[in-house]
């Protein structure tokens, strides 16, 4: 199980922000290119959370082996919770951690139900809530599945990004929540 608590990313647009912005919502899917990982911003770009750490919200993955098998399919399930939760979002990237390779894609994503699919842009793959997927389960919680294919060659160590967002459901750019985390596995020994 990999988590990421209270994750300050509002980079002190909150206060540039006026109060009547609205933004347009990301109810289908997100825009790609947000997880945090290699340079790339995340979903506080547009959705401005207080500067203060997020004690209440979380952020898991279940599913990311610690050590990977050429290959082999990994079931992911992606688990948003915040108290005020009533609109969620998420996405995910496997990527080559170092190497030649390094950023890169690492291995397939492939969603499994409804409420994710994955979108491709620029050699990499995002995974990624839909319209279905953004509307939270009973309890302020959110769940996706995704599957991972692991690299054909154990070559090098893969990163997962993953970002989360725990919106408020009021359609504006304030008061949502973002958290983020990195996970990392590594090839199997042989």
Known sequence: ?????????????????????????????????????????????????????????????????????????????????????????FALTARFAAGPDSARQAGALAATGADATVTGAAGVLYAHHTAAGARPRPHQRARWSIRWTAPAKSAAPVVFHVVGNAANGDESALGDHVLALEAESRPAEP
């Not at 207080?50 to 050590?67: C, E, K, T, Y």
Request: glycine share 12%; net charge negative; hydrophobic share 45%.
């Open 1 to 89: 199980m990999r988590r990421a608590t209270a994750v300050a990313l509002g980079l002190g647009l909150a206060a540039a922000a006026p109060a009547a912005v609205r933004l347009a919502p990301y109810p289908d899917e997100p825009p790609v290119g947000m997880t945090g990982g290699f340079g790339e911003p995340t979903c506080a770009v547009c959705h401005f959370p207080s500067s203060a750490p997020d004690s209440a919200g979380s952020l898991v993955v279940h599913g990311i082996p610690r050590s990977y098998a050429p290959g082999a399919e990994y079931e992911l399930s992606i688990d948003l919770a915040r108290p005020d939760l009533a609109r969620a979002g």
